[in-house]
């Protein structure tokens, strides 16, 4: 005789192991409580994560890699405030 294994056992194991993972499991990602203008301030912490985010965006994460982003943008194009100033005279092409 075959012996088989109760319907409502493997209804169990499945939704086992479905279930939400574990907070240690989820917690292998480093939380991003970096702000923009504190990354902005600090440009060789930046550098740093640049490159972090260049090859391994999956472990850092969208959001923090988003804020790296940003703050290369704030550090690249300034505060906004200075106003642009065109050159007296036009150049000569």
């Known amino acids: 005789m ?3 294994i109760p319907l409502p056992f493997l209804l ?3 939704l086992m ?3 939400k993972p574990d907070p240690a499991e989820t917690s292998s990602k480093p ?3 970096e702000t923009v203008e ?3 301030a600090n ?3 930046l550098k740093e994560l640049r490159e972090q985010c260049k090859t391994d965006r999956a472990k850092l994460g969208d959001e923090f890699c988003n804020r ?3 703050a ?3 550090r690249f194009f300034g505060d906004g405030k200075t106003p642009y100033t065109p050159p007296k005279e036009q150049p000569k092409f």
């Open 2 to 4: 075959k012996k088989s």
């Open 12 to 14: 169990a194991a499945t």
């Open 17 to 19: 192991a479905c279930g």
């Open 31 to 33: 939380a991003p409580t």
């Open 38 to 40: 504190a990354l902005a």
């Open 43 to 45: 440009p060789a912490r």
């Open 68 to 70: 790296v982003a940003e």
């Open 72 to 74: 290369t943008n704030r």
